[in-house]
């Protein structure tokens, strides 16, 4: 999603930006859309573009996430997301992931959806007696501050027992560290760049032991799930 917005300098997201998507959220329509568009525009997509264009020389150039649905295999046929996201992938492979809502703003970073062989790896050394005891720890470092995401299974994954002390770990197909900070007062500051970046660093003990074991997947993108 380029645009010249990115040369901008990056002034924290307005309350409008949180106000617009509670708006959305009840009046998800083109109509909406048309009439508010320049909110948008002006306090949604212009600051994430100097953000994500600021933050692009440590964590990489992100992914700013387009604002309509993909309606084509979708019964909700609400045209708009009700989020603004942007994302990024590190060296390691971890991802870095923000998005603004009706709510204020989401941080995560991690593995949210592990393919095929990472999902090998992944339980192979949550199995292991060493690898795995260390992402326990790891994991209860930073829980304090973060909500552990990701999807899992209801069960242990097929050939581990049911009883595994780690079992929690093993049931995930995913491994994150989030944290949804509402909407303070900093949020409309250049200060929000820092917080941001403060909470993704946060996540570095989760992300260090992700990358060690886990990595970026090697499959071709059509056999990853």
């Known amino acids: 999603m380029p645009d010249a917005a990115t040369s901008a300098r990056f002034e924290g997201f307005p309350i409008e930006a949180v106000e617009f998507y509670r708006r959305l959220a009840t009046h ?15 306090c949604v997509k212009a600051p994430m573009l100097a953000l994500t264009d600021e ?10 996430f387009r604002p309509n649905r993909d ?4 019964k909700d046929k609400s045209p ?15 991802t870095y992931y923000l998005h603004i809502d009706g709510d204020g703003l989401l941080v ?3 593995y949210y959806r592990m393919a095929k062989d990472q999902l090998d790896r ?14 326990v720890r790891r994991v209860a470092a930073v829980e304090g501050r973060y909500d552990i995401g990701g999807s899992a299974l209801s069960t242990a994954p097929r050939g581990y027992p049911r009883d595994h002390e ?12 989030g944290r949804s900070v509402g909407a303070p007062g900093w949020l409309a500051t250049r200060r929000a760049k820092q917080r941001i ?29």
Do not use: I
Not at 203 to 223: F, I, K, M, T, Y
């Open 55 to 64: 933050l692009a020389a440590e964590f990489g150039v992100f992914h700013v």
């Open 71 to 74: 309606l084509r295999f979708s």
């Open 122 to 135: 992944y339980r192979r050394a949550v199995d292991d007696d060493v690898s795995g005891p260390d992402l």
């Open 166 to 177: 780690r079992v929690v770990l093993l049931r995930h197909k995913g491994l994150s560290a």
């Open 197 to 225: 970046v403060e909470l993704w660093r946060g996540a570095q003990p989760l992300n260090e032991w992700l990358n060690r074991h886990v990595g970026p997947s090697q499959l071709p993108p059509d056999d990853r799930r």
């Open 80 to 94: 708009y997301k009700t989020h603004q996201g942007a994302a990024t992938e590190g060296e390691g492979g971890e």
């Open 108 to 110: 995560a970073s991690g």
């Open 28 to 42: 998800n329509t083109r109509a909406f859309w048309a009439d508010e568009r320049e909110t948008y525009e002006r």
